[in-house]
């Protein structure tokens, strides 16, 4: 089976009939990356950046930190694509270095883009950080918990300053870079055809859609008999959002847990979802059920 697998290495995602689907990785640690190498995936379609915070201790991790994993990452993958998102903080991801205060209900919190645009100086180092790492291979980056077109506008007024200051100082960095937004909130689904025209790309966070659309805690074990993650509501959604995002000729990606459920990959691909993106470990069995498609 194994050996199977590997075999898919250097093919293309391509179905029987011919539709072509990119298969990226997540990751969330530093030491994914070697995984995703090994995967032979199409690039990082989702780099969940909260770990450098969450394991930095008391500490929020510094600029050249933050800078050194995500040029690593860049380098590793050479021309492949590697999407930052910037932290996710709130909600099931606490870090210590950072005093959220309590939510009643985290999931719904202080959290993502919220905490971004509140706690400016964080964010700013943390794009200074992306910045930079982008002269150095194939970068983009991409914000989470997008509810509102005026969050997108805010987040990327703040890139631009943060572009003009490494100008002024001479620092290179990908003047192009592009960015993504996640669609993750009902909101986000609902307003997808104007956050279309905000962003470069586009990449729905299943997991976090899920639970909002549902009314239901993903962290809640109890909640598992009536968690359907196959509810007839959410792939609605998902065909909506692959449309709008369509009208405006830019690309749709799913990265959420779904993307790896092999009963739904044909749905997907017919839904005209452009990229599927994984746990590393992931990548090469989606390949294989593509190739099996008719
Ligand atoms: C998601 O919500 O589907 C997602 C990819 O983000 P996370 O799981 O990190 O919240
Ligand atoms: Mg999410």
């Known amino acids: 089976q194994v050996q199977n697998l590997e075999r898919l290495k250097g093919k293309e995602n391509i179905t029987q009939s011919g539709q072509k689907i990119d298969v990226c990785a997540n990751i969330g640690t530093r030491e994914d990356i070697e995984n995703v190498l090994r995967s032979d995936a199409g690039g990082i379609g989702l780099f969940r950046s909260e770990f450098l915070y969450i394991e930095n201790g008391t500490k929020l991790p510094t600029e050249e930190q933050q800078f050194q994993v995500y040029r690593l990452a860049a380098e590793a993958m ?13 909600g099931e991801k ?9 939510d009643r209900n ?10 971004s645009l509140d706690k400016d100086e964080i964010f700013k180092t943390q794009l200074r950080a992306i910045l930079r790492a982008s002269a150095y291979g194939n970068m983009s980056v991409m914000f989470p918990m997008i509810t509102d077109v005026e969050e997108v506008k805010q987040a990327k007024l703040i890139l631009e300053k943060i572009k003009n200051e490494l100008k002024d ?9 592009k960015i993504g937004v996640m669609i ?6 609902m307003i997808s055809g104007e956050l279309a ?6 990449s729905i966070g299943t997991n976090d859609l899920t639970q909002l659309t549902l009314g239901m805690d993903r962290t809640n074990s109890r909640l598992e008999r009536f968690y359907n993650t196959h509810h007839p509501a959410l792939l609605k959604m998902i065909r909506i959002i692959a449309n709008n ?3 405006e000729g830019k690309k749709i990606a799913l990265c959420g847990d779904l993307a790896a459920d092999l009963s739904l990959t044909e749905k997907f691909i017919q839904m005209g979802i452009d990229e599927l993106s994984v746990a590393p470990n992931q990548v090469l069995a989606l390949r294989k059920k593509i ?3 008719q």
């Open 94 to 102: 606490q870090a210590e270095c950072l005093e959220l205060g309590e």
């Open 197 to 202: 025209r905000e962003a470069d790309f586009f």
């Open 245 to 247: 995002i369509h009208l």
């Open 184 to 189: 993750e909130t009902p909101a986000a689904v």
């Open 169 to 177: 100082e001479k620092i290179p960095f990908n003047e192009e870079i």
């Open 78 to 90: 050479g021309t492949k694509k590697v999407v930052i998102r910037t932290a996710d903080l709130g």
């Open 291 to 293: 190739r099996e498609i």
């Open 106 to 115: 985290p999931e719904i919190g202080y959290r993502g883009i919220r905490v």
